[in-house]
Every structure is written in C-alpha cells, then in structure tokens.
C-alpha cells in the first residue's frame, strides 16, 4: 500500500515537525518513537539517541479493524509516542488508529524524508584563520559540509545537491558572494551540490586527480591540483592531495586551521578503502591510505582541526557542537594513527561495514554518467554513509 493510499483518521492527530523532534532529543528529552516501516528499513537507517526509545512495529500490524493484542502491548501506554514512516502517511494513519484506542500519539511530518531534510549550520568556534567557518551537518546521514567566508566572499566545500538553495540563500542572509563550490572527491554516499551551484554562477572545484575515473564535465569546472589555493577574502584554502579513501581524494587545508579532510580521516575513524576499486584493490588503497596520513596530514600542527565529511554515531562533538578535533587529540585517541603499515592495513581491512546504499549509482551520478533528477537524488542518498571503516578496532581503549 502506497503511503498516499492510507485513509485519514478520524481521531484528530497532531504532527510534529522534524526541526521540532531533533530539538526534543538535543535537549535531552525522553522520546518515545513508534517507527512504523518494514524491518529491514528500519535495521538498516533509523532515529538513534541515548534519550531515544525505538520501538519497530510496521505499519501492516494495525490494518486489520482488530489489532493484534500483542501489537498494542508493544506501545507504551504511559508517555507520548511519535509515530513514523517513509513519508509520513502510514505514521499519521497508525497514530489515529492508536488515538482511538486512548494512546498519547502524534506522527512525524514527512516521516523519515522529513528527518533527512534537517541540514544544520554550526560555527567552528575553535577555527582561528581569516574570516569565519561553518560545519553543515546532516543527522540523518551524518554528511558534513563546510562554508568558510571574509571579506564579501564565501566558499563551500562538500556541499549536496539537494542543499544548494540552502548555500544560496545563506550566502545572501550572511552579504556574501559565493565564490567557490568544492568538492574532495568523487561521492559515493551523496549527490554533489558542485555542478548544481557552478550553474548559479558559482565556481565549481574539483579535484585534478579525479578526473581519471571518468569524470565526464571536468572541462566545464575547475580541478585542483595539490598545492593549488583559493582565496576568500583574506582567507586561503589550500588543496592537499590526500588519496586512499579514493585515487582523488583531495583534502583542503581553510587558513592552515582546519583540514576538510573529504573521506579520509573522521574525527572517530579512518576512511574506508574498497568503495572504488572494490575488495581486491583494498589493500593497495589503504596502503595509500596510511602513505597520506602519515606523510600529508600528521605531520600539520598538532592543533590543526579535522573535519571530515561525515560523523558516524560513535562521533562525540566538541563543545561547540561541530564534530571538529585537532590532530593532536586524535592521534592520542586513536590506534590506527600510531601503528606501523602493515597493522594499518590489516585492521583497516578486517572489519569493513556494509557498502552505503545505492553507492554504484551515486557514484556513476557524481561521475555524469548517470542524470537524476532531484527526486531521484534525493531517494538515492537516503540511509546511513557507511563510508569509514569499523569504528570500534580503530579506536583507543
């Protein structure tokens, strides 16, 4: 059944909005979710939080005009439940089916689309190069986008196509021009904002050394080869060639204060190395991998910052909320920056998580061998990155 096909209720539900649910859980309030999807869908991709109460019940349980008692024994009684789906027409027609029955209920507006349209901006308070830097952060998929802008001027570096109105209408609220749109490397997780942006009169970047993987619009944007510059003002972002998450992977130093390091290094963990020439040309990606860790971003100042391009959920944020460290902490932190080559490589390839979903046709999209539309960008980056290796045998103890 399609979600547009659910009857209206006729107990009056109210919905909640996905800002207003993000807010609850930030602020530490006990939420109670009533996650209505298949369980698959809900396995793989689902709202997590220390003050979060998941229950998986899917929505056919509460078709028949009886419910099953032990489908009703399942949701709490006591507290309001938010119930969601998909899109959110199952979720508001479960909720009035447990309105009727005296729950304490509400549903998620625009279910799980909803959550994944959330795209926060946070000002990296520790960055101390010209002018000022924000991390956007996406919860549903733990994507991170980063906007540096002085002096008039703005760029942004990682930045999703289905945010590209959001980049513009920032850099005008901030009186900014925006310059530059750059990317550290070819996605497998997202769609990239970069060509979309170089439309709107933006310069789009990218990365010299992935041109070779088939890039088919490299004529009509910038590459950047290591040690090329941008300025911003009197800001100046450096490119850093950094490759093992992928051959292109290009880091991009903001003002010698913070690395965006693309996919390469997490606040949490490392990058995976098999999402571009799979499990057989692993082990010599993350050979690579070690090579530019070592050689390209270790050796910066200790308090150099990292920010990656996705935060995971054993990632904790610094206190001003970006998911920002500094070289020197992480490498106290962890393990596989201190080891030697052989046990990098060995760790790394030992417990890979599951390849992102649809990552063969993100990447053929963010290649141009493959046109979507925005619909269809938006569906295909739904769900967790899964783009660094296992975070629990990288780490410290």
Known sequence: ?????????????????????KDRIDAGEDVTLLDARMQSDYEEWRIDGDNVTSINVPY???LDEEIDEDVL?????D?????????????????GTLAERGY??????????GWASIYEAVEVERYDGAGTLLQYQRPSSGCLGYMLYDDGEAAIIDPLRTFTDRYLEDADDLGVDLKYALDTHVHADH?????????????????????????????????????DTFDVGDATIEAVHTPGHTT??????????????????FIESVARPDLEEGDDGAPDAARMLYESLQERVLTLSDETLIGGAHFSDAAEPAADGTYTAPIGDLVEEMDALTMDEDDFVELVL????????????????????????????????LGPNNCAASQESLAGD
């Not at 507290?79 to 909720?95: F, H, I, N, Q």
């Not at 417990?351 to 295909?380: C, K, S, W």
Request: include cysteine; aromatic fraction near 6%; charge should be negative.
């Open 191 to 227: 769609i990239s904002g970069v060509r979309n942006l170089d439309d709107e009169d933006v310069e789009g970047v990218i990365p010299e050394a992935a041109v070779d993987r088939g890039i088919t619009y490299a004529d009509e944007l910038t590459t950047a080869a290591d040690g």
């Open 60 to 62: 056919f349980e509460f």
């Open 104 to 113: 304490d209920v509400n549903h998620l507006e625009d279910g799980m689309n």
């Open 73 to 77: 024994e399942q949701i709490p009684a």
């Open 1 to 21: 059944m399609d979600a547009d096909d659910f009857p209206t209720p006729d107990a009056d539900v109210e919905s909640v909005d996905p800002d207003t649910l």
């Open 248 to 265: 292109g992977m290009t880091s991009y130093l903001v003002d010698d204060s913070l690395l965006a390091t693309g996919d390469g290094l």
């Open 79 to 95: 507290r309001e439940v938010t119930v969601l789906c998909a899109k959110g027409g199952a979720s508001e027609y479960v909720a």
């Open 350 to 381: 030992s417990d890979m998580p599951p390849r992102p979903a649809n990552y063969e046709d993100i990447i053929a999209t963010n290649l141009g061998q493959n046109a979507v539309d925005d619909d269809e960008a938006f569906t295909l980056e």
